[in-house]
């Protein structure tokens, strides 16, 4: 918990820091219309959400405690005008959970080609993307270990808003939404991790 709390407090002092200069530094910059390099990095918070079969074969569904961990992204994309980026991106974290007195810890690497749209052409945007996505999972449970990875589908949902603080650099704030469904594997069934991102965020825009 503390590590957690000590996480959220510098990723928060790192923001509003970043966020003050660059509103005092926002200087318009120029036309999208090329390459775009992002890169993004801030706080989770992630949990679990799966069944188990009883001794009977009913579904018990489970949901892990929320944790808080350092998150990012990279992602590679094109500018077709103002208004619209493609991309593609990778996104990952690791996070430790506890159920009913077990230990759980779990990472995930997502991928998703993405859209932003920024409705004036600068400043506030919104994101929708898709991709594939895994789960690397481990479980300390009374007289077993158990490891496991599966791939399912990624769905992300996002906005944020940037400034230029210089002509081809944005550095913004940005909030994910991303869903990871992986289905039943291993003993589970219908595994899902969810998670709201906070992030700071930063775009390189190229000719």
Do not use: C
């Not at 993004?40 to 992630?46: E, K, P, Q, R, Y």
């Amino acid at each position: 918990m503390r590590s957690s709390l000590k996480t959220m407090a510098l990723t928060s002092l790192i923001i509003l820091l970043v966020t003050t200069s660059a509103l005092a530094m926002d200087l318009g910059g120029h036309d999208r219309d090329g390459v775009v390099v992002g890169f993004t990095i801030g706080a989770g918070w992630n949990w679990l959400d799966f069944s188990i079969p009883d001794d009977d074969g009913n579904p018990v569904s489970g949901q892990t405690d929320t944790d808080v961990d350092l998150t990012g992204g990279l992602s590679l994309g094109w500018a077709r005008s103002d208004h619209l980026v493609f991309s593609l991106g990778v996104h990952g974290w690791k996070a430790h959970y506890y159920f009913l007195g077990n230990s759980y810890s779990a990472s995930t690497t997502q991928f998703q080609a993405d859209v932003s749209w920024f409705p004036r052409g600068k400043g506030f945007w919104l994101r929708g993307g898709i991709g594939p996505g895994n789960i690397s999972f481990s479980a300390v449970v009374p007289r077993a270990n158990v490891t496991f990875q599966e791939w399912g589908w990624n769905l992300l949902g996002g906005a944020g808003y940037e400034f230029r603080v210089s002509d081809t650099t944005a550095i913004g704030l940005a909030y994910e939404y991303r869903h990871l469904g992986v289905g039943a594997f291993e003993g589970f069934d219908d595994t899902e991790i969810s998670s709201h991102n906070a992030l700071l965020s930063f775009r390189w825009y190229m000719d």
